[in-house]
T-cell receptor, first 114, second 110 residues
């Protein structure tokens, strides 16, 4: 069974640009979550999608958005990039929502904003 | 406001000894907790979890203890091996999202 696939693995963008990251969950998984990891901050929750609907959103500005397609693949978009957006962006998939559900992570996309 | 805290950023343990990683949380409504391990350039991998109806869960060398009254959990690794060297994250299920601590870097030396 293939794991969670994130593309691209690395990305360098300049301030003010926008970026789109992609995540393909494990086959059969309908829940996709996105996290931002920065040094000293752990993993911060961005948003979660289930069956193409955003069910939960973290405390990030509106420049961060996402969507999920009917095949459960998900994209996240960051517009008007800032230097502070440089981070590792991780996608996680799980089969259902809720308690007792473990999430499986992809390898992440390392975004550098210069 | 950090709802899940790992106050030790790093821990160094000799091979064969016990590693104890600690985690505190502030929200008494949390009732499911998970530990993840992360190697550089890889995503976190699930290690072990515990529900609040239990106070202990074991899986091989890994045991997680939960003290609900103290809002504290710990991960014990016995015996520690060099391959355990990684960053360990504690997480609480909210329940539709995971709230992570900032991680503890474990180094196991020979």
């Amino acid at each position: 069974k293939a794991g969670v696939t994130q593309t691209p693995r690395y990305l360098i963008k300049t301030r003010g640009q926008q970026v789109t990251l992609s995540c393909s969950p494990i086959s059969g998984h309908r829940s996709v979550s996105w996290y931002q990891q920065t040094p000293g901050q752990g993993l911060q929750f961005l948003f979660e999608y289930f069956s193409e609907t955003q069910r939960n959103k973290g405390n990030f500005p509106g420049r961060f958005s996402g969507r999920q397609f009917s095949n459960s693949r998900s994209e996240m978009n960051v517009s008007t990039l800032e230097l502070g957006d440089s981070a590792l962006y991780l996608c996680a998939s799980s089969s259902t929502l809720g308690q007792g559900t473990e999430a499986f992570f992809g390898q992440g996309t390392r975004l550098t904003v210069v | 406001d950090q709802q899940v805290k790992q106050n030790s950023p790093s821990l160094s343990v000799q091979e064969g000894r016990i590693s104890i990683l600690n985690c505190d949380y502030t929200n008494s409504m949390f009732d499911y907790f998970l530990w993840y391990k992360k190697y550089p350039a890889e995503g976190p991998t699930f290690l072990i979890s515990i529900s609040s109806i239990k106070d202990k869960n074991e899986d091989g060398r890994f045991t997680v203890f939960l003290n609900k009254s103290a809002k504290h959990l710990s991960l014990h690794i016995v015996p520690s091996q060099p391959g355990d060297s990684a960053v360990y994250f504690c997480a609480a299920s909210d329940p539709d999202k995971l709230i992570f601590g900032t991680g503890t870097r474990l180094q196991v030396f020979p």
